[in-house]
C-alpha cells in the first residue's frame, strides 16, 4: 500500500493543492497500485515508516503562521523521510516553508523548517502570471508548465541547485531566472495550478520514487495523456501571448 | 454641483454616447473613467442627487444577484438606480450614476471586493450590505485575508448613519458587526439543509480572534453556516432576519420562512440553491433597512427573474438551455448541487475562460468536488480557452475519456449539445464570466436573448 501524505490540508491549499494529491493518487490507482491517501492534521505527528510521498501547499499568510510552529516540530520526521528516500513536493507557501525563514514586509521573521538552504523575503509587488520553466530530470528537459502567484522572493543557498531555468515567468526572486529548488527527491517550486496536473512526468516521477521506497517497481505503466498534453499546449500558448 | 462637475458629466455622457453609436458596445465603463478624470472628487456629488440614498452591496459570491434582488423589491414604489456586473468597479459605478434615469431617487450598486473601500468612501452609502468573502480570483484580489482587512478598515471608518447588513453565516463577515450598533445581521437557521460535511473549497475555518477551528453546528455552504469558536471568542451573531423551515424544490425554487422584528412570513423563491436563499435574505435586510416591510419584500420577490448567467432559462429549438454562470469552487459546488436532482438525462456543457474577469489562474477548477458530480449526465462538452484544463479535471474525477468532449467554441459547444438532445430535454451551460459574456452576445446575435448591456440598464 502505498501512501501519500499531504502536511495540514485545511490550512495548506489555497491554490488548489489537492489537485496534486489527486493526481498522484489517480495515477497510482489507474495503474492498479494500491493508494492512501493519509492527511496529516494539525496536533498528529508525522510517521516516517507511514508516508511514501509527503506535499506540502501553500495557505494565506495568516494561516501559514499558524502552521509554521507546527511544522518545524515536524522537521526531525521529515528529515528521516527524506534520509529514507521519501519524496516530498512543496509549492509555493511550502516552499517557503522549507527554508530558514520567512521575513515579511514589516521585518519580522517567521522561521521556517530549514530542510533546504533557502530563505525568503516579502518583495513589495506579488509576482503573479502563468510560467513556462524548462526542468532537468530523470534524463530528460520537460517544459514545466503553471501559474505562479507570490509576494516572497526567495534565494537559493549556494549548494542548492535550483528546480529549472524560467522560459516565460518571474521565478523564485522575480529575475525570471531560477525557478523553484532541488535537492534530490525534495522538490520545491513556485508553480501552481495546480502543479501534477499539466505536468504528468513530474508526477510520475514523484510516483516512481514513492513506488521505489515501498518497494515496488519503479517502472510504471504509460498512461494515455493526451488531455494533459493540450492542456499543455494552451498554457504555453497563454504564457507566450502573456510575454508579448 | 459645481460647474466642473457637471461639465465632467456632460462630457463624459458624451464619450459613452459615442462609443456606443460607434459600436463600440454598451460603454459600461468609459464615461466613469473620462469624468474621474476630469472630476476626481465628483463622485459624492454625483451620488447625492439621489435624494432617497444608496445601497451598496459585496460579496464573492451573489453581489449581482443580491443586488438585482433589491432593485426589485425596492423598483416597485420608485425608480431604481442600478450598475451590473460589468460594471462594478469604480468607473462603471461613477458611469452609472452619470447615467442615472432622470426619475431616479435611490441608487443600488454592486461593488467589486477590492473597489468597495473607495466606493463607499466617495458615495457615503445609507445602507451597506456585505455577504461574504471566499477564496476567489487570488491572483486578482489578493488573499482572502486581504480583502477582510481592507473591510475591516472600511467598517472603522463608516460613519453610524450607515445601516450595515451583514452576513451572519460567514465568521469573517458577522465579525464585522462587533462594536457597532446600527447593524442587521441574516442568516439561515435550519439545521435540516445542513451539509454533512464541509466542502473540501472551505475558505476562513480559522477563528477570527483566536486562530483555532470552528465548530460548526450546521454548514451550509462553503465555511458559511452556525458556527462557534470551542474556546468562546466568537460565535456567530443573533440573527435580526432568519430563515428557517427551509425546504427545496429543484430548479423550481426554494420555500422557506423568514423571522424578522416585523414577523413570519413564508417565502418562495422563484431561484434554486441555498445561496440564493442567502441573497434574497442579504435584500430583504437591505429592504427592511430602507423601510420596507419584510412581508412586502417576500411578497414581491415572488415574481423576481434570474440576472444574467443566474440560471437563465432560455428555449433553443425546443430544448430548454439553463445559463449558470460560475467562478468560484464553493459558487460551482453550489450550482452543481442544485442542478443534481434534474441531471439525469440532461446534456452540459462547461466553458472555461481565463482573461481577468474569469480569473487569469484557472486552478479553482480543482477545489470544485466534481467527483461524480456529472456522473448522470447524458453529455458533458467542455469548452472556452481553457477546455483542455476542464477535461483534464474530469479525467481525474474518474469521467471515461470517450465521455468528455471538447470545443473550444461556446457556441459551437452548446449547438452540440442542443443536437445531442431531444426536443424537450435541458442542456445546463456552467460558463465563467467572458464565456458566458461572449455566449450571451452570440445567442443575442441570433434573437435569442437580449444584449447584456441592454438588460443592465
Known amino acids: ?210 513506488c521505489e521506497h515501498r518497494g515496488l517497481s519503479a517502472v510504471l505503466d504509460p498512461l494515455d495523456d493526451r488531455l494533459e498534453m493540450a492542456a499543455v499546449t494552451t498554457a504555453i500558448e497563454v504564457a507566450r501571448a502573456q510575454q508579448r | ?190 439545521p435540516g439543509v445542513s451539509l454533512t460535511e464541509r466542502d473540501e473549497a472551505a475558505d476562513s475555518t480559522a477563528c477570527v480572534r483566536c486562530g483555532c477551528a470552528y465548530a460548526y453546528d450546521a454548514v451550509y455552504l462553503g465555511h458559511l453556516g452556525d458556527y462557534h469558536c470551542p474556546t468562546g471568542d466568537h460565535t456567530r451573531g443573533t440573527l435580526d432576519i432568519a430563515a428557517r423551515h427551509v425546504r427545496p424544490l429543484g430548479l423550481a425554487g426554494t420555500a422557506f420562512r423568514v423571522d424578522a422584528p416585523d414577523g413570519a412570513t413564508e417565502a418562495t423563491l422563484p431561484l434554486p440553491g441555498l445561496y440564493n436563499v442567502e441573497n434574497a435574505l442579504a435584500a430583504i435586510a437591505s429592504a427592511y433597512a430602507l423601510g420596507v416591510p419584510t412581508a412586502t419584500a417576500i411578497a414581491r420577490l415572488a415574481t423576481f427573474r434570474a440576472a444574467f448567467g443566474r440560471f437563465e432559462r432560455i428555449a433553443i429549438e425546443g430544448r430548454e438551455v439553463v445559463l449558470i454562470l460560475f467562478k468560484n469552487p464553493t459558487g460551482a459546488n453550489e450550482a452543481l448541487r442544485a442542478i443534481a436532482p434534474d441531471l439525469p438525462g440532461a446534456h452540459v456543457v462547461l466553458a472555461l475562460n481565463d482573461q481577468i474577469a474569469d480569473g487569469r489562474d484557472v486552478s479553482w477548477i480543482w477545489d470544485i468536488d466534481l467527483e461524480g458530480a456529472l456522473d448522470a449526465a447524458a453529455s458533458i462538452v467542455c469548452s472556452g480557452r481553457r477546455a483542455a484544463d476542464l477535461a483534464v479535471r474530469l479525467r481525474y474525477a474518474d469521467v471515461p475519456l470517450d465521455r468528455i468532449d471538447r470545443l473550444r467554441e461556446t457556441d459551437v459547444a452548446l449547438d452540440r449539445a442542443v443536437a445531442d438532445a431531444a426536443p424537450g430535454e435541458r442542456v445546463y451551460v456552467l460558463a465563467t464570466y467572458t464565456a458566458m459574456l461572449d455566449l450571451h452576445r452570440q445567442l443575442a446575435d441570433r434573437g435569442l436573448t437580449e444584449p447584456f448591456w441592454e438588460e443592465r440598464r
Open chain 2, 1 to 190: 454641483m459645481t460647474a466642473r462637475t457637471a461639465a465632467a458629466g456632460r462630457f463624459a455622457r458624451l464619450a459613452g454616447t459615442l462609443s456606443r453609436s460607434a459600436g463600440r458596445g454598451g460603454g459600461t465603463t468609459l464615461p466613469g473613467r473620462v469624468f474621474l478624470t476630469l472630476a476626481p472628487t465628483g463622485l459624492a456629488e454625483l451620488a447625492s442627487a439621489l435624494s432617497d440614498g444608496v445601497t451598496v452591496v459585496s460579496a464573492t459570491n451573489g453581489k449581482t444577484t443580491t443586488s438585482a434582488m433589491l432593485s426589485h423589491i425596492l423598483g416597485a414604489d420608485r425608480e431604481i438606480c442600478r450598475n451590473g456586473a460589468g460594471a462594478n468597479l469604480m468607473s462603471g459605478v461613477v458611469t452609472t450614476l452619470l447615467q442615472r434615469p432622470p426619475a431616479a431617487t435611490m441608487g443600488v450598486l454592486e461593488v467589486d471586493e477590492a473597489a468597495l473601500p473607495a466606493v463607499v468612501t466617495g458615495v457615503a452609502p445609507r445602507v451597506v450590505a456585505l455577504g461574504n468573502l471566499f477564496r476567489d480570483q487570488l491572483d486578482r484580489h489578493g488573499e482572502l485575508e486581504m480583502v477582510a482587512d481592507r473591510w475591516r478598515t472600511l467598517v472603522a471608518g463608516l460613519s453610524e448613519q450607515t445601516t450595515l447588513v451583514l452576513g451572519a453565516d460567514d465568521p469573517v463577515i458577522d465579525a464585522l458587526g462587533a462594536d457597532r450598533a446600527s447593524v442587521i445581521r441574516y442568516g439561515i437557521d435550519d
Open chain 1, 1 to 210: 500500500m502505498l501512501r501519500i501524505v499531504p502536511v495540514y490540508p485545511e490550512l495548506l491549499s489555497i491554490y488548489a493543492d489537492r489537485g496534486n494529491v489527486r493526481v498522484l493518487a489517480q495515477r497510482a490507482r489507474w495503474r492498479g497500485i494500491d493508494v492512501e491517501v493519509t492527511p496529516l492534521a494539525l496536533g498528529e505527528d508525522l510517521d516516517p515508516a507511514r508516508a511514501d510521498a509527503i506535499l506540502i501547499g501553500g495557505g494565506q499568510d495568516r494561516d501559514q503562521a499558524l502552521v509554521a510552529d507546527a511544522l518545524i516540530a515536524q522537521t526531525p520526521a521529515l528529515r528521516s523521510a527524506i534520509a529514507d528516500g521519501v519524496p516530498l513536493l512543496a509549492v509555493c507557501g511550502g516552499f517557503q516553508l522549507l527554508g530558514h525563514r520567512y521575513v515579511d514586509q514589516s521585518g519580522a521573521e517567521t522561521p521556517g523548517t530549514g530542510l533546504v538552504d533557502l530563505e525568503t523575503v516579502a518583495g513589495r509587488h506579488r509576482l503573479i502570471g502563468n510560467v513556462v520553466v524548462d526542468v532537468a530530470l530523470g534524463g530528460a528537459t520537460h517544459q514545466m508548465v503553471g501559474f505562479e502567484n507570490h509576494a516572497g522572493r526567495t534565494t537559493l543557498g549556494s549548494d542548492v541547485k535550483a528546480l529549472g531555468r524560467v522560459r516565460v515567468g518571474r521565478g523564485n526572486n522575480g529575475d525570471g531566472f531560477a525557478e523553484g529548488c532541488r535537492v534530490d527527491r525534495v522538490i520545491g517550486t513556485y508553480v501552481h495550478g495546480p502543479l501534477l496536473p499539466k505536468n504528468p512526468w513530474l508526477a510520475d516521477q514523484i510516483l516512481a520514487w514513492a
